[in-house]
């Protein structure tokens, strides 16, 4: 007799998914002193498209030209976001950065839910993303502002991600949309990562493959499992401990430790993001993960 219970708990499914994504970050931090940002994000496009290609097999018939569209639009946010991020890596602890590239989702959900009360949500991690920042701690002119530049670049990035991912769904069945719009930011970024070829290594190549399959391919995949037994609203409030999980992933991984005011700045994003994103009342798709 068959079943429809998850083969594991759905929350335990998101919550390793959120940890894998983030393990797959510091893993990128590595990588980036190494080869840079752009031959990072072309080693991991590159490993990410080749699976996905093979597990959706996408159908390259019979969609609209408004389809198309939106598979450039979500690949070229794809691209963006994933090279911002990695760049702001060599300027930023991972949980800084993710903490700052949260706003972008954080924003997008507050002004799609259009409630009154998420705007105080919005303000706290504003407060939060100042403390983390350490504006309070440091002069003006030693905060890393090309870093926090970058990680709010991909934080927009990912808005517009989401949006496209979302209109994508729409168009195209299971994974199609993901891969095809992969395989349109592999495309976009491979000019700037065949400059780095030379500097690759058999170390730097299996660690492109390694944040693929952490980053992108396993959360894919158990977020999809999982979203068959979760509410929008549980998914949204697991969602927002990405910055924390980042920040335990900077630790253990690269040693990076934050200030208990940057902890703090942390703790008032990752709290205003569970508030607004675990009220809104949309579907999300499992492609929402961040950089």
């Not at 752009?38 to 159908?59: D, E, K, M, Q, W």
């Not at 990752?270 to 961040?290: E, F």
């Given at each position: 007799?068959?079943?429809?219970?998850?083969?594991?708990?759905?929350?335990?499914?998101?919550?390793?998914?959120?940890?894998?994504?983030?393990?797959?970050?510091?893993?990128?931090?590595?990588?980036?002193?190494?080869?840079?940002?752009?031959?990072?994000?072309?080693?991991?496009?590159?490993?990410?498209?080749?699976?996905?290609?093979?597990?959706?097999?996408?159908?390259?018939?019979?969609?609209?030209?408004?389809?198309?569209?939106?598979?450039v639009?979500?690949?070229?946010?794809?691209?963006?976001?994933?090279?911002a991020?990695?760049?702001?890596?060599?300027?930023?602890?991972?949980?800084?950065a993710?903490?700052?590239?949260f706003?972008?989702?954080?924003?997008?959900?507050?002004?799609?839910?259009?409630?009154?009360?998420?705007?105080?949500?919005?303000?706290?991690?504003?407060?939060?993303?100042?403390?983390?920042?350490?504006?309070?701690?440091?002069?003006?002119?030693?905060?890393?502002?090309?870093?926090?530049?970058?990680?709010?670049?991909?934080?927009?990035?990912?808005?517009?991600?989401?949006?496209?991912?979302?209109?994508?769904?729409?168009?195209?069945?299971?994974?199609?949309?993901?891969?095809?719009?992969?395989?349109?930011?592999?495309v976009?970024?491979?000019?700037?990562?065949?400059?780095?070829?030379?500097?690759?290594?058999?170390?730097?190549?299996?660690?492109?493959?390694?944040?693929?399959?952490?980053?992108?391919?396993?959360?894919?995949?158990?977020?999809?499992?999982?979203?068959?037994?979760?509410?929008?609203?549980?998914?949204?409030v697991?969602?927002?401990?990405?910055?924390?999980?980042?920040?335990?992933?900077?630790?253990?991984?690269?040693?990076?430790?934050?200030?208990?005011?940057?902890?703090?700045?942390?703790?008032?994003?990752?709290?205003?993001?569970?508030?607004?994103?675990?009220?809104?009342?949309?579907?999300?798709?499992?492609?929402?993960?961040?950089?």
């Open positions: 007799m068959s079943s429809s219970r998850a083969p594991a708990p759905p929350l335990l499914l998101v919550l390793t998914a959120v940890v894998s994504v983030q393990f797959g970050g510091a893993l990128a931090a590595t990588l980036v002193p190494q080869i840079g940002a752009a031959g990072s994000v072309t080693l991991r496009l590159l490993f990410a498209t080749v699976i996905l290609l093979v597990i959706a097999r996408p159908s390259l018939r019979g969609h609209r030209a408004a389809a198309w569209r939106t598979v639009a979500f690949g070229l946010a794809l691209g963006l976001m994933n090279l991020f990695y760049a702001s890596l060599a300027h930023l602890p991972i949980g800084v993710v903490t700052v590239e706003l972008g989702p954080l924003t997008l959900a507050t002004v799609l839910a259009r409630r009154a009360r998420d705007l105080l949500a919005v303000a706290a991690a504003a407060v939060g993303v100042v403390l983390i920042s350490r504006a309070l701690q440091v002069p003006l002119a030693q905060i890393e502002w090309t870093g926090l530049g970058l990680a709010a670049l991909a934080g927009a990035c990912w808005a517009g991600y989401i949006l496209a991912s979302g209109r994508a769904g729409t168009e195209f069945a299971q994974l199609d949309g993901l891969a095809l719009a992969m395989t349109v930011a592999f976009v970024t491979l000019p700037l990562g065949l400059r780095t070829v030379p500097s690759w290594t058999g170390e730097s190549v299996a660690k492109g493959l390694g944040i693929a399959v952490l980053s992108s391919v396993l959360p894919y995949s158990l977020e999809l499992a999982a979203l068959r037994h979760l509410t929008a609203r549980v998914f949204g697991l969602l927002s401990l990405e910055p924390a999980a980042a920040a335990v992933a900077g630790f253990l991984v690269l040693h990076q430790r934050l200030t208990p005011l940057q902890l703090t700045g942390m703790a008032l994003v990752v709290l205003a993001s569970a508030l607004v994103m675990g009220g809104a009342g949309q579907r999300r798709d499992p492609a929402a993960q961040g950089a």
